[in-house]
């Protein structure tokens, strides 16, 4: 309400996306031998694979297959009692809620629309509270995975360290938080600022050996090659240096991705711009020529 408010806006039609690490994403390979039939395979290859299917809302959709006789299928669930939890807010405050995404499909449509002319292999990292989506795309092609690491992490190993609770442990990483370069850098002369920045680099360094385990499973299990090209998206790719630190430690240029980039916006664009990519992809649900069309509210 508060949001809506601020924003002033009059429209009572929402589109939500929802994240995190209870996010479920697979990507199946199903062998297809009759068309007709591909919608019931997929019916029973998602109770195989999801969770507690039965409590659980979910969406698939086919993408473009490398191989004959294949077909792709991408996978996105979440507990349903999370996704009536949000619609039943957002309902409370006015809003009709027509669809209802999760953070792989609003970043992947975001980037599709802001970035057409890239088709060369490029990793988009989404950086949030309290995980991060590792999206590596090939053209059509995509491999997902989510892992339990995000800017959080960094608020409570700054908190563990330095004797705070929370909320000041994250009041000390905005002011003072960056992410220690590394190497001959010379140390911040105040004391709190280089012990923050040695541990906020020490979450971005198991955060980068995650992303070098998905490189790695991309390239020699889906046939993928390498990415040439970065970019960091998230509320947690604000923190300092954490372009310069992943440009370092993955040997290409990486980039923070611009969601408004092909889109016209009236008044001054949101300072935290990376932090909105989810919202940007989220709305483009609406638009008919998506990527992905993943909608929870309607199901498989």
Not at 4 to 26: A, M
Not at 52 to 66: F, G, K, M, R, T
Not at 242 to 255: A, G, N, W
Request: glycine share 8%.
């Amino acid at each position: 309400s508060a949001v809506l408010s601020r924003l002033g806006t009059q429209t009572k039609i929402g589109h939500l996306c929802l994240g995190g690490p209870s996010v479920f994403v697979r990507l199946l390979k199903i062998p297809v031998l009759d068309p007709t039939k591909i919608t019931s395979m997929v019916n029973f290859e998602a109770q195989q694979t999801i969770p507690a299917i039965d409590q659980a809302a979910w969406a698939h959709q086919i993408l473009p297959s490398s191989q004959p006789g294949e077909a792709d299928v991408l996978l996105l669930a979440m507990k349903n009692e999370t996704v009536q939890e949000m619609v039943a807010a957002s309902a409370s405050v006015g809003l009709k809620i027509q669809s209802v995404t999760l953070t792989p499909a609003a970043l992947i449509n975001a980037f599709a629309y802001n970035y057409p002319e890239v088709t060369d292999c490029s990793i988009l990292i989404e950086i949030g509270a309290r995980s991060s989506t590792i999206i590596l795309m090939e053209g059509p092609r995509y491999f997902i995975r989510i892992v339990s690491i995000g800017g959080a992490a960094i608020t409570q190993s700054i908190a563990t360290d330095l004797q705070e609770n929370f909320s000041g442990a994250e009041v000390l990483k905005l002011a003072k938080g960056f992410v220690h370069p590394g190497g001959a850098y010379e140390d911040s002369a105040d004391a709190a600022t280089a012990r923050i920045s040695k541990l906020a680099r020490g979450v971005m360094t198991r955060l980068h050996t995650e992303v070098e385990r998905t490189i790695t499973y991309f390239r020699s299990q889906q046939g993928g090659g390498k990415p040439v090209h970065a970019w960091l998206a998230g509320g947690g790719s604000l923190l300092g240096y954490t372009d310069i630190f992943f440009q370092e430690k993955l040997k290409i240029p990486v980039k923070i991705f611009q969601p408004f980039r092909r889109l016209s916006a009236t008044g001054a664009l949101p300072r935290q711009i990376p932090a909105w990519s989810t919202a940007v992809g989220a709305s483009m649900q609406a638009l008919p020529e998506t990527p992905l069309q993943i909608n929870l509210l309607t199901g498989a």
